[in-house]
């Protein structure tokens, strides 16, 4: 894959990580100059391995997640609960915050704040710096990626290891992700496998030689080339999937163990965190333990969940624990009183799974770390709308409205797909109104007034006489052209439907 047009490419190996002195570095590269959705949807659906893999995967997927779910009489109770702790988390934003910082102070922890990406880059950077560490492992963190936070470690001379599976594949295979759940779901298992044999013995322990597609001998060689890694760490970055307010605590749920290997290991631990991944108290954690699970990964309840408050001392995990509560415009958001309900975002992936449009064009189309529907919503509120990308997401969607059956926490992902095509619509016409706005507001003004309706109702005659030979008219002039190209456009009648009641009663009279 080739890098974006307007940015070095930074992926293992090539010209300009070398050039920068670290050519092993894995980044999951940056979205700057893809193509609008569209045309990138385009490419993917010529792509019959890439279709046949995300057929499968979201089919499987979904059977997972329908069983689990359907064990449940009080499902729905669960989702409602879900989307009321966080609309009121939401509402009070600015006072859990405090509460969590207080509280992660109190139990030990260094508390940051970042406004934007490039002022947490820098904060985690600093804090990598000062330890003296070259390297760092990495918990799957979506908000990292969001940051492209590899991106900028890897500027300053510091390596990051992916060590969740997926992203490990994404990382040497010199790979964007696809899926927020599963990053490298657009990958089979030969693919995999290729890329192990290729990549793992230039960045670490190689993977054997006798190496086959079954998936145990992949995860035992991932597991093997993993392990140095942790043993070797100093430093561990990590995200979060939820931060409660009322302990200052932060929750990892995960399936490989490996970030349980990364939150333990290591002595400095570094925690980069979406301001809206807070909940008020650790008993709001009950219900998110458990529509969290059986929505992403369609199990019961998650192998790893791991739990920590503060440093936890010599000898028993991290001596030292940062935690960065980035903002990166999700205060913006927050004051879209129609758009903040993508911020109850637990990134479960389930919106993915279901989706037509995703499972068939995939999350590179996305041109975003957030892909699929969420992905429509979430991008261009983050990122604005002045790319041709950001300004295509929108309409990346059919609004058949199975992202919300499915979603959790109840984000009703079609309203805000149609709020966003408006703010577009609204923000490409610079103010001016739209031709279909301007003929709405002229079709009100004829409407408002019975006199004004029939006189044009009888100008609209005069065209059915001056065509009464024709049933339809061609292709329509000026911005009608479109709209008729693809409909028969029917002459107007030649009298209206007054003056032909009017007719006939008068000749029903005469008789």
């Avoid at 400095?268 to 333990?289: A, C, N, Q, Y």
């Avoid at 065509?467 to 008219?473: A, D, L, N, V």
Wanted: contains cysteine; neutral net charge; aromatic residues 6%.
């Amino acid at each position: 894959m080739t890098a974006p047009a307007g940015r070095a490419d930074r992926r293992p190996g090539t010209a300009a990580a070398t050039a920068s002195g670290h050519p092993h570095v894995g980044v999951t590269g940056t979205f700057v100059g893809m193509p609008k959705f569209p045309t990138a949807a385009r490419a993917a659906l010529a792509d019959a391995t890439l279709r046949r893999n995300l057929g499968h995967a979201t089919t499987v997927i979904r059977g997972k997640r329908a069983a689990v779910v359907g064990e449940l009489d009080d499902w729905e109770d669960l989702r409602d609960a879900a989307a009321a702790i966080k609309t009121r988390t939401l509402r009070h934003l600015d006072h859990y915050l405090e509460q969590f910082e207080a509280n992660a102070v109190a139990a030990g922890a260094v508390v940051h704040w970042a406004r934007d990406a490039e002022e947490a880059n820098r904060i985690v950077v600093d804090l990598v710096r000062r330890t003296g560490a070259d390297e760092v492992v990495k918990v799957k963190s979506m908000a990292t990626q969001e940051i492209e936070l590899n991106e900028a470690l890897a500027d300053a001379g510091i390596d990051a290891w992916e060590t969740d599976l997926a992203e490990l594949i994404v990382q040497l295979g010199e790979d964007w992700p696809s899926h927020i759940l599963v990053p490298a779901i657009h990958r089979n298992r030969s693919e995999v496998r290729e890329i192990f044999l290729r990549r793992m013995k230039q960045v670490g322990r190689p993977a054997p030689e006798d190496l086959t597609d079954e998936p145990a001998r992949l995860a035992e060689a991932a597991r093997l080339h993993l392990r140095e890694k942790f043993l070797r760490a100093e430093v561990a970055v990590s995200g979060a999937n939820f931060a409660v307010a009322d302990t200052g605590s932060l929750v990892v749920v995960e399936s490989e163990g490996n970030g349980r290997m990364c939150l333990s290991l290591p002595k400095t631990l570094i925690s980069v965190v979406g301001i809206e991944k807070i909940l008020p108290s650790f008993r709001d954690l009950e219900v998110f333990l458990q529509v969290l699970p059986r929505s992403s990964t369609g199990e019961r309840e998650n192998p790893y969940t791991s739990i920590w408050t503060g440093p936890a001392g010599r000898g028993d995990g991290p001596e030292q624990m940062h935690i960065v509560l980035l903002d990166n415009h999700r205060t913006e958001v927050l004051g879209d009183e129609v758009g903040r309900s993508a911020l109850r975002c637990i990134r479960c992936s389930a919106c993915l799974n279901v989706c037509p449009v995703y499972e068939r064009v995939g999350g590179h189309s996305y041109g975003s770390v957030y892909p699929g529907p969420i992905g429509a919503v979430l991008t261009p509120q983050l990122r604005g709308t002045s790319s041709e990308v950001d300004k295509s997401l929108p309409y990346a969607s059919s609004l058949c409205g199975a992202c919300y059956d499915v979603c959790p926490v109840k984000i009703p992902i079609p309203d805000l797909l149609v709020h966003l095509r408006t703010r577009v619509v609204d923000e490409q016409r610079g103010g001016l109104p739209s031709p279909e706005a301007a003929a709405m507001k002229a079709a009100a003004w004829m409407f408002d007034s019975p006199r004004r309706l029939t006189t044009a109702q009888r100008a609209a005659t005069l065209s059915g006489r001056v065509f009464r030979k024709r049933e339809t008219f061609g292709r329509l002039p000026g911005p009608m052209r479109g709209w008729s190209g693809e409909r028969d456009t029917p002459v107007p009648p030649t009298e209206t439907f007054r003056q032909w009641w009017n007719r006939r009663h008068q000749e029903e009279g005469e008789r």
